[in-house]
């Protein structure tokens, strides 16, 4: 069974950045569409970032574009992702998932159905 381990959240003031690490371990991690999601206070759940297995495409959510990057080292089975220019908007808990049964087209990258392998999430939170 695969196990996802996010890493990396933590306080920071606005305009600042962080970087997430997720860890999956447990299979063959390359295969593996990669994601992040979060939830803040009193909110839905909402997508932010996923890379296709391989690093073979990515998708954004409308409030984290031109912000917030995807990225994957295969070699170390691990996901990024790096956070720059934080809005006390982004304060939730990001939760890291993988997409193991299923290879996933762009359209349902957002779709977090998709996923069956999810983290336990790290806190972000960013101070005005």
């Known amino acids: 069974q695969v196990q996802v381990v996010e890493s990396g959240g933590g306080l920071v003031q606005t305009g600042g950045s962080l970087r997430l690490s997720c860890t999956a371990s447990g299979g063959s991690f390359r295969y593996y569409t990669m994601a992040w999601f979060r939830q803040a206070p009193g909110k839905e759940r909402e997508f932010v970032a996923a890379?296709?297995?391989?690093?073979?495409?990515?998708s954004y959510g409308e409030s984290v574009k031109g912000r917030f990057t995807i990225s994957r080292d295969n070699a170390k089975n691990t996901a990024y992702l790096q956070m720059n220019s934080l809005k006390p908007e982004d304060t939730a808990v990001y939760y890291c998932?993988?997409?193991?049964?299923?290879?996933?087209?762009?359209?349902?990258?957002?779709?977090?159905?998709?996923?069956?392998?999810w983290g336990l999430g790290t806190q972000v939170t960013v101070s005005s």
């Open positions: 890379i296709k297995q391989l690093g073979s495409g990515t």
């Open positions: 998932a993988a997409a193991v049964k299923t290879r996933l087209i762009t359209s349902s990258l957002p779709n977090q159905r998709m996923y069956d392998s």
